[in-house]
């Protein structure tokens, strides 16, 4: 089942990822994170609300996992990825956010002495492999063609961030509700973000309300916040992050099927290929944990 949550947090922010490219020259990036969490948090209100005074306790005496997550988790990684939509390429933001895992690895170990297993150590190889697969078209020398710019640099900061809020998930207190936890961290990344979106707006940058954007808010404030994040949440609590961010891996897999899907992209074999490395890698990475659960 926590495997099953996370695929479905991969295929949501695929969505997201694609959606944030077509719109990145209609919503400016704070305002996007900013109404993004904006219509979460007024999804979760009535589910929330009936629980807070209850669990408030718990929350006041996580407020500091509280605000490291919305900080890391909702405020800075969405902004960085936003706003490294106006310059960068879909192929090489593809390419630096799947150094997420490698980062998650990195930091379960320093920061909690996580030790990973050869096997892990396998799959991860397998499913960076089919990613590369993918971003190159199956072809090595395309390599040479990769550029880096700011907007790519923006996505590695954010792969970091994302990385922190990963791990720092391992602190999650026993017997909170995964809504009120989310509410908490979404009001907190929303104050954390407050100056960026003051910034934005006094610089002339501000959205415009049409249908598409509305849809586009919908689209990433329902889904890919209110039910990715939950179960991302719940799927890396019980697997733990070193296995669970294996997952970010099937993200360029989505994308690619989602573009075939409402682009009329076409499909060809070197998708097939990553996209069975990626799926291979996962379960290497995986098997043992499940094995002995």
């Known amino acids: 089942m926590p495997y099953l949550l996370l695929t479905l947090s991969a295929f949501i922010w695929s969505g997201n990822f694609v959606l944030s490219r077509a719109m990145n020259a209609t919503i400016p990036p704070a305002g996007f994170v900013f109404w993004r969490w904006l219509v979460a948090i007024c999804v979760l209100c009535p589910?929330?609300?009936?629980?807070?005074?209850?669990?408030?306790?718990?929350?006041?005496?996580?407020?500091?996992?509280?605000?490291?997550?919305?900080?890391?988790?909702?405020?800075?990684?969405?902004?960085?990825i936003y706003t490294a939509m106006h310059s960068t390429t879909a192929i090489n933001a593809a390419l630096v956010n799947s150094a997420?895992?490698?980062?998650?690895?990195?930091?379960?170990?320093?920061?909690?002495?996580?030790?990973?297993?050869?096997?892990?150590?396998?799959g991860i190889a397998l499913s960076l492999a089919g990613v590369a697969t993918?971003?190159?078209?199956?072809?090595?020398?395309?390599?040479?063609?990769?550029?880096?710019?700011?907007?790519?640099?923006?996505?590695?900061?954010?792969?970091?961030?994302?990385?922190l809020y990963s791990v720092a998930l391992r602190r999650y207190p026993q017997g909170l509700n995964?809504?009120?936890?989310?509410?908490?961290?979404?009001?907190?990344?929303?104050?954390?973000?407050?100056?960026?979106?003051?910034?934005?707006?006094?610089?002339g940058a501000v959205m415009n309300a049409n249908t598409p954007t509305l849809l586009s808010i919908a689209y990433v404030g329902i889904l890919a916040s209110v039910v990715a994040f939950t179960t991302w949440n719940i799927g890396l609590r019980r697997?733990?992050?070193h296995v669970g961010g294996q997952f970010i891996h099937l993200m360029p897999a989505f994308s690619t099927m989602l573009a075939v899907a409402f682009l009329g992209e076409q499909l060809h074999l070197f998708h097939i290929v990553g996209i069975a490395l990626i799926l291979t890698g996962i379960v290497c990475a995986t098997f043992r944990i499940a094995k002995t659960a």
Request: charged share 10%.
């Open 134 to 163: 993918i971003i190159l078209q199956g072809d090595l020398g395309r390599i040479r063609t990769l550029s880096f710019n700011r907007g790519d640099l923006l996505v590695l900061l954010a792969a970091v961030a994302w990385a």
């Open 47 to 80: 589910i929330v609300i009936p629980r807070l005074r209850k669990e408030w306790p718990l929350v006041r005496a996580n407020l500091k996992l509280v605000c490291v997550c919305g900080f890391f988790g909702v405020t800075l990684f969405n902004f960085l």
């Open 178 to 203: 995964p809504f009120v936890f989310l509410f908490s961290i979404s009001l907190s990344g929303l104050l954390f973000l407050v100056p960026f979106y003051a910034f934005e707006i006094h610089s």
């Open 100 to 122: 997420i895992p490698v980062f998650i690895l990195m930091f379960a170990r320093l920061i909690f002495g996580q030790t990973v297993s050869l096997r892990q150590h396998a």
């Open 239 to 241: 697997v733990g992050a």
